[in-house]
């Protein structure tokens, strides 16, 4: 069992972040992903793991978005994992599209990331082209296969009518 006690929360200006006390190599587990508290709807401090299922996830919590982040949250095995290799003191931060399909709280990206995605709302709102280039969940896969179908099958109907 993978502990948390190597991560730190940083409060600065009531901003708060993820620092990790350890250094880590690309792909290494770093924790697991705590399911404290399992509901059906969204909120600032849940992740998403599911269709309808969102967890509190206690520290990880203060984990903040990147759109060139530097975990990654496999939510089908509930583990925190390394994209990259990691220095000790880093910030940790995982791109919320890549579990959240529709945010609650959405905001301005001021990453700085040449890839930023300005605005963070939610998978559902983000083209394919961008969405491809990241790691995804699952849920978030099959909620976009999903729409895109319906999309089709909603132009179809339209070019019949
Ligand atoms: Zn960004």
């Known amino acids: 069992m993978l502990s948390m006690d190597t991560l730190t929360i940083k409060t600065e200006n009531k901003f708060r972040s993820l620092i990790t006390k350890q250094a880590y190599a690309k792909g290494e587990v770093i924790c697991e992903i705590p399911t404290e508290k399992v509901i059906n709807r969204a909120n600032r401090y849940t992740v998403q793991i599911g269709r309808d299922k969102h967890t509190e996830v206690g520290k990880l919590a203060a984990l903040n ?60 709102f983000l083209p394919l082209s961008t969405l491809e280039t990241h790691y995804l969940s699952p849920h978030i896969r099959e909620m976009m296969i ?16």
Request: charged share 25%; glycine share 2%; aromatic share 6%.
């Open 65 to 124: 978005h990147s759109c060139d982040p530097n975990v990654i949250l496999d939510t089908e095995n509930l583990l925190m994992v390394a994209r990259r290799d990691i220095e000790k003191n880093e910030e940790l931060s995982f791109f919320y599209p890549s579990t959240e399909w529709e945010m609650d709280a959405p905001f301005i990206c001021l990453c700085g990331a040449t890839n930023c995605i300005h605005v963070v709302a939610g998978a559902r």
């Open 146 to 161: 999903e729409l895109l179908n319906n999309t089709e099958l909603h132009l179809k109907k339209l070019q019949e009518a």
